[in-house]
């Protein structure tokens, strides 16, 4: 399918790919976190993508959340860095990556959530919402830590 993200999933599988960084970021409204629907695949994730160089990674999820969805955040701080060797995201030109990704907490500040090339929904979900959706794998094991309110852990032994 021409414009299909997919994952490969194998033990240690990471160690056939290459690396790439990337930033998200969470934005809480109450007790409902923004989730965006990938046009790629249809899977939900918190907007984000990858840090271009002489970017900071907070710069990034501010950048890519408002590229994404057109909604200006700030970054407030930072649930954690999450990366698994043996779930590798597989482009449709080819590439092969792990991804080492960082997420940070964030606020609103302008705008409003919508759709873009990347994003065919926005939407502000509860934790019971989000645990209904097809989420990607890396995030997948933040959310628990984004609606606690606390920091992510990525522990080898979960």
Known sequence: MPGYTRHEYGE??????????GAAAAVMDGERLLLTRRTDNGEWCMPGGAIE?????????ERETYEETGLKVRVTG???VYSNPDVVVVYPDGDRVQIVG????????????GASAEVSESRWCTA???AELSVIAGHRAVLAAVFAGTAYFDDPER
């Open 12 to 21: 240690r599988i990471g160690a056939t790919a290459r690396l790439r960084i």
């Open 53 to 61: 160089p002489g970017e900071r990674p907070a710069e990034a999820a």
């Open 128 to 130: 019971a919402e989000a």
């Open 102 to 113: 960082m997420v940070f907490r964030a606020e609103a500040v302008g705008g409003r959530a």
């Open 78 to 80: 930072l649930v954690g």
